[in-house]
């Protein structure tokens, strides 16, 4: 069984966090069964950006992240205390850890910015939040990311992504990554998608 350890942030988009449970809760229940996904945040409740409170399954002090086979971030909003949490050196010590032990990590829009405060993406291919009002991907490139113009950017086990809309691509890609193509057909195809 594959674990995935979804890293949950103060002022998380939960709409974002969402693609990663349902996608790899489809796979556990009626995939190829091989994936589990834990919820994971710095404390025992955790509010997203429009103030709705979740309890992770467990706290970062209490985790093992050698136990974990990949890494899940959604992004959030700093209006809601996104980076407090992000760029926290406990939330920063766990992508070092996956990044070094050459574990996939996914992150969605804005997450990439912690991979990137990180130091993960230095001359590495990235991508963040990109719409034309945002001054996001200049954030992104100031942490010496190769950014890129584009909704996912997948550079060897990192990939990001440009907004909240890609997030069903960045699971399964994550997914594949973790199973086959042949399994994230299989889970697209029962969750409705066109394959």
């Given amino acids: ?15 974002e966090a969402s693609v990663f449970t349902d996608v790899f809760g489809w796979n556990k229940w009626e995939g190829d069964r091989s994936t589990e996904l834990v919820t994971v945040g710095l404390r025992e409740q955790v509010k997203c950006t429009w103030n709705f409170t979740i309890i ?8 093992d992240v050698e136990e974990f086979d990949a890494l899940a971030i959604p992004g959030g909003f ?5 980076y ?10 766990v992508i070092r850890y996956f990044h070094a032990s050459q574990k996939p990590i996914a992150s969605i829009c804005v997450a990439s910015l912690a991979l ?12 963040t939040y990109s719409h034309p009002t945002s001054h996001r991907q200049d954030q992104l490139q100031s942490f010496g990311a190769n950014v890129q113009n584009v909704p996912i950017v997948h550079d060897g086990h990192i990939i990001t992504s440009s907004n909240p809309a890609t997030g069903f691509n960045v699971a399964f890609l994550l997914l594949e990554q ?5 399994n994230v057909k299989r889970v697209k195809d029962l969750m409705g998608f066109e394959i």
């Fill in 178 to 182: 973790l199973t086959s193509e042949a």
């Fill in 1 to 15: 069984m594959k674990k995935i350890l979804l890293l949950l942030a103060d002022g998380f988009e939960a709409a």
């Fill in 56 to 63: 992770p399954e467990r706290v970062i002090s209490d985790i």
């Fill in 78 to 82: 700093e209006e809601a205390g996104f």
């Fill in 116 to 127: 990137g405060k990180s130091g993960i993406l230095q001359d590495r291919k990235a991508t």
């Fill in 84 to 93: 407090n949490d992000a760029f926290d050196e406990r939330f920063l010590g």
